[in-house]
């Protein structure tokens, strides 16, 4: 079983900055796919950012382009969110995600496309 710890969650103003992490010890971290995903309640959860672990392509919702990094450390198995710009509209629960390696695929920023979910951390941007 596939463990994914979060952890750098909290609460900002309006244009601060917030750095979140995912540590995945045991994932076959070089041949797949990772991401972060937010949801709010009431609302579906939606792709953020993704990564290909292979070759680091990277894929970003539209709302967070010019404003989020996701970037890796594959030394340290450990997936990463760099936020910047934060709006309350960013205000949600943060998820890592890792793909499980089927043959499925819905895209990149597809929650269906992932398995292997962590527990989240909140991530509240207040204006």
């Known amino acids: 079983q596939v463990q994914l710890v979060e952890s750098g969650g909290g609460s900002v103003q309006a244009g601060g900055s917030l750095r979140l992490s995912c540590a995945a010890p045991g994932y076959t971290y070089s041949t797949n796919f990772m991401g972060w995903f937010r949801q709010t309640p009431g609302k579906e959860r939606e792709g953020v950012a993704t990564?290909?672990?292979?070759?680091?392509?990277?894929y970003y919702a539209d709302s967070v382009k010019g404003r989020f990094t996701i970037s890796q450390d594959s030394a340290k198995n450990t997936l990463y969110l760099q936020m910047n710009s934060l709006k309350p509209e960013d205000t949600a629960m943060y998820y890592c995600a890792a793909r499980v390696p089927t043959p499925t695929w819905f895209g990149p920023l597809s929650p269906r496309s992932f398995g292997y979910w962590g527990q989240g951390t909140q991530v509240t941007v207040s204006s």
């Open positions: 990564i290909s672990t292979s070759d680091g392509t990277t």
